[in-house]
């Protein structure tokens, strides 16, 4: 039930959105500081609470279905009439394909057996 939830928001969201915003240097700029604000915050976090290697944890951030779903569901007297929707599309895609990246990049060593204390 859940996957067919996903599917239908995704495509709602797909459909809604304008791909050529994009190509807007103001949304490109506005979105890539929300993206480095989110992994400066997810890097101090998990260095301060984690204290052991933050990879790929680091990359695990997803913004999507929550993210969509909280922004369509603000009544339009608190909408801001500045904000554009083009950059919760920009910060959506590139975190999502930053942990996309993250995922299929990261190579653990081999041979190396987990702590015990990362699974308490």
């Known amino acids: 039930l859940s996957l067919i ?3 239908f928001l995704m495509l709602l969201f797909g459909f809604s959105i304008n791909v050529s915003l994009l190509m807007n240097l103001e949304i490109i700029i ?3 500081a929300i993206v480095l604000a989110l992994f400066a915050v997810r890097f101090l976090y998990l260095k301060l609470f984690l204290k ?3 990879f ?3 990359f695990y951030m997803p913004r999507g279905l929550i993210t969509i779903l909280l922004f369509y569901k603000i009544p339009s007297h608190y909408q801001l009439s500045a904000f554009n929707e083009g950059i919760l599309f920009f910060v959506v895609l590139s975190t999502s394909l930053i942990m996309m990246f993250g995922a ?3 190579k653990p060593e081999k041979g190396k057996p987990l702590p015990d ?3 308490e």
């Open 117 to 119: 204390e990362y699974f």
């Open 104 to 106: 299929v990049f990261y």
């Open 52 to 54: 052991s290697n933050i």
């Open 56 to 58: 790929p944890e680091l």
């Open 5 to 7: 939830g996903t599917f």
């Open 30 to 32: 506005v979105g890539s």
